[in-house]
């Protein structure tokens, strides 16, 4: 995927000037490299996700002359550890000296302060930097770049929208399935500009899974809560279904444009994280609610919308708590 091999080597390009950096100049050079791993939604994601760690910011500490001290035996604490020495040199009382203070206890015998500031670079630096690039491909992308898509929709793009679904109500779908693969594209991810055959039909978008041919599936329903109501959402789930038995994927994309003034949810979701994960058997399915529904007051306005709650049960054809499979209901 472009956006991936294009992250990659900018992250490579900082990494490497702070590898070559003289100990003088390796201060600045580490700013410079944290302020883009923050700046980075994917790198951002990986890095706080080691800040979890419970061993990250302890007492941990370099022993001696760095001959005693004991590291994690786990990839990811000793990730956490080096990170939390990271960002402690960036931080508001860290000063030039940092790195190769911070890098004496691990350069062996060596006096030099440019051998020390090697150490920091590869005992402290190379841990983190090397968790980032192996879990650069495992990080997901397509939800990433989804989540940005709806933010611009909603805050940016919601009367546009609208009005180009009305203007053409017939093609209303494949216009809205353009403006999600015209974003993709633009953002780097390498895909059929067609909507390609699989065994089950066609995919509204086929994008290129990381690094291989692998395709990932995503469909693109509406939902008006009338003409494009409940069944056709469960259409749709299940046809994202299909097409991941087709292309052996675990993951899949269910993206919803919401035409409606009502809220819509989905009841018995594990989390109230966005995109919504929904587990078919050993399918992941991420479904992404869209809202354009241009509301002519502000939301501190509006009030509470009236919701429409889809069962998730409904979409895996799973019978709810009480034997049956629950009817989407509305609520105040």
């Known amino acids: 995927m472009a956006v991936v091999r294009e992250l990659r080597y900018k ?59 004991e ?34 206890p691990l350069a062996g015998s060596s006096s030099r302060l440019q051998d020390h500031a090697h150490a920091f670079v590869d005992h402290i630096l190379e841990p983190v930097y ?14 990433h770049m989804l989540v940005r898509f709806k933010a611009r929709c909603e805050w940016f793009e919601r009367a546009r929208l609208f009005t180009q679904y009305q203007e053409d109500t017939a093609h209303g ?7 999600l693969r015209r974003f993709l594209f633009d953002q780097g991810i390498d895909y059929p500009l067609s909507q390609p055959e699989s065994p089950s039909g066609r995919t509204d978008v086929l994008l290129t899974e990381l690094g291989s041919d692998k395709p990932l599936a995503l469909e693109v329903k509406l939902f008006d809560a009338d003409n494009y109501g409940r069944p056709y959402i469960t259409q749709g789930f299940r046809q994202v279904c299909e097409y991941m038995d ?17 809220d819509l949810k989905f009841e018995g979701a594990e989390d ?27 939301a501190s306005r509006r009030g509470q919308l009236e919701v429409c709650s889809i069962p998730i049960s409904a979409l895996t054809g799973e019978e709810d708590e009480t034997g049956s499979t629950s009817e989407a209901s509305s609520t105040s």
């Open 130 to 143: 090397q968790f980032i690039d192996e879990r650069l491909d495992d990080y997901d992308f397509a939800a």
């Open 11 to 69: 992250l490579q390009k900082r990494a490497n000037n702070l590898r070559k950096a003289d100990y003088q100049t390796m201060q600045n050079e580490l700013v410079l490299f944290m302020k883009f791993c923050e700046r980075q939604g994917a790198v951002k994601a990986i890095l706080e996700r080691l800040r979890e760690q419970p061993i990250y910011g302890s007492d941990w500490r370099i022993g001696g002359r760095g001959f005693d001290t």
């Open 246 to 262: 087709d292309y052996q994927a675990t993951v899949g994309y269910l993206v919803i444009f919401n035409l409606s003034e009502k």
């Open 272 to 298: 109230s994280s966005i995109p919504v994960k929904v587990q078919a058997g050993n399918r992941t399915v991420l479904v992404l609610v869209l809202d354009i529904f241009p509301h002519p007051e502000p």
């Open 173 to 179: 779908e494949a216009n809205l399935d353009k403006e």
């Open 71 to 104: 590291w994690p035996e786990k990839e990811e604490e000793k990730a956490a550890v080096c990170l939390s020495i990271l960002d402690e040199g960036v931080g508001p009382e860290a000063t030039w000296e940092f790195p190769f203070r911070t890098g004496w």
